[in-house]
């Protein structure tokens, strides 16, 4: 499952200059970063293509559930304020993944083996989770229904170990966001969502921080399965060049 987040890391590959080595790993010395972000274009297309064939242009984030709770002041009162959602959240437009930077390579040989290291900066154009039941109170006010996090500033960094022995295989170093800015709709159309968006702001404040901590905390392990299933290696092999 998942990448949302997920996407994000299935999405995430790269490459720049190295030295020459072989089998898997063709390229020349003094290559450039900008001669080989293709690479990394067609991986990420690639990917995004098989990921969008398995589950949809979508993804369910595993353990994303909301269960936020705080208290407020209100005049001279204080009162709680919570939000629940019965379902994990899914991640949406998973395609519409894309390279932000330029793609940085360094190739080494290990015990006898090849290897090369990935890195890149990614985004997705239009990040979106959505959660299809969310239940909200603020004292004697409440609202149930479905809610939206859209996040139109983010961005990720990725760094993938590719090693060639008898045969290729990819793994994921490291993944952490570099920036995520959201903000919350209610699946309820014209005055009521703007009156209602004000009205549970304290408890929607408290979704955007769990969302986020959840998407910082789990892109590693979305993205870890994603990058050791789908096959990276064919773009590297000098076939594909």
């Given at each position: 499952k998942h990448l949302c987040l997920c996407i994000l890391a299935s999405i995430a590959i790269s490459s720049a200059g190295a030295i020459p080595l072989q089998s898997f790993f063709p390229w020349s010395s003094g290559s450039t970063n900008n001669n080989l972000n293709w690479v990394l274009d067609a991986i990420l297309k690639s990917v995004s293509s098989e990921l969008i064939a398995e589950h949809g242009d979508e993804?369910?984030?595993p353990s994303s559930q909301i269960n936020a709770t705080q208290e407020v002041e209100l005049l001279w009162w204080k009162v709680g304020a919570n939000a629940v959602s019965t379902a994990p959240g899914i991640l949406?437009?998973?395609s519409s993944v894309v390279r932000v930077s330029d793609a940085v390579i360094a190739q080494t040989a290990e015990s006898g083996s090849q290897k090369i290291d990935l890195k890149a900066e990614l985004k997705l154009?239009?990040?979106e989770m959505v959660y299809s039941s969310v239940n909200t109170k603020l004292s004697f006010l409440s609202y149930s229904g479905g809610l939206t996090v859209k996040c139109p500033t983010n961005g990720f960094n990725i760094d993938v170990a590719i090693t060639s022995g008898s045969s290729c295989s990819a793994q994921l170093?490291?993944?952490?966001?570099?920036e995520l800015g959201c903000n919350v709709e209610l699946n309820e159309g014209g005055i009521m969502n703007f009156f209602k968006k004000h009205v549970f702001s304290y408890s929607l404040g408290k979704v955007l921080d769990e969302v986020k901590s959840t998407m910082t905390a789990q892109l590693p392990a979305i993205l870890t399965p994603i990058i050791e299933k789908h096959d990276i290696c064919k773009f590297l092999k000098p076939s594909s060049l």
């Open positions: 993804f369910e984030i949406k437009n998973i154009n239009d990040l170093v490291s993944a952490t966001i570099t």
